[in-house]
């Protein structure tokens, strides 16, 4: 399966707790992105990484939230010390090298903050 | 006024009708134009991805851009019952990094 891999598929956190989701990318893709969807919401940009950059967090809150993609391994959103209104979905978007709009999405995080 | 705009429906025709699915988008800048579909609790799949104004199809789809009117379609011919999922339109331009901006998702159900 050459698609978007993201994991865990669930998972539930209590207040004040980290939760760490993880995704690969296509493979011979390099650009990775996130994405959150809301209940009721559409899907916001949260951040757009290269392999051990951050080219655009602009979509990121200003604090709790951190993501990396390092040079072996997945690319990690982290979002220290949740809150309920983290609760969402989480995903993740890969596209080639050439970074143009084509993206695929992995199957999502569903993240339940108790 | 939100980057991109879509009805949320819910649309329900019968099978076999032609859907028309709409965006309105208010960024003249965007260059690149996605429809993707999204079944209940799984990811976006990627249905169309076209650069600029004209029209794409693929197989039972098409899509339409008009930058004019900044105005953005997907059509299904001989819609089946398993079209039915939320169908998002996305845009991006290549001075925003391209991450998308996607509208908030038009609900369709085909009724056998």
């Known amino acids: 399966n050459a698609g978007v891999m993201q994991n865990p598929r669930h998972l539930v956190r209590r207040r004040g707790q980290e939760a760490r989701l993880r995704c690969s990318p296509m493979k011979g893709h390099s650009h990775v992105y996130w994405y959150r969807q809301l209940p009721e919401e559409g899907l916001k940009f949260m951040v757009y990484?290269?392999?051990?950059?951050?080219?655009?967090e602009s979509g990121m809150p200003k604090e709790r939230f951190s993501a990396e993609f390092p040079k072996e391994g997945p690319s990690i959103l982290r979002i220290q010390q949740v809150v309920r209104g983290d609760s969402a979905a989480y995903f993740c978007?890969?596209?080639?090298?050439?970074?143009?709009?084509?993206?695929?999405f992995g199957p999502g995080t569903r993240l339940t903050v108790l | 006024q939100k980057e991109v705009e879509q009805d949320p429906g819910p649309l329900s025709v019968p099978e076999g009708a032609i859907v028309s699915l709409n965006c309105t988008y208010s960024n003249s800048a965007f260059q690149y134009f996605m429809w993707y579909r999204q079944y209940s609790r799984k990811g976006p799949e990627l249905l169309m991805y076209t650069y600029s104004s004209g029209n794409k199809e693929d197989g039972r789809f098409t899509a339409q851009v008009d930058k004019s009117s900044k105005y953005i379609s997907l059509f299904i011919r001989d819609s089946q019952p398993s079209d039915s999922a939320t169908y998002l339109c996305a845009t991006s331009n290549s001075n925003s990094g391209y991450a998308l901006n996607f509208g908030k998702g038009t609900s369709l159900l085909v009724t056998p």
């Open positions: 990484l290269q392999k051990e950059n951050i080219i655009d």
């Open positions: 978007a890969s596209s080639p090298g050439t970074g143009q709009g084509e993206q695929f």
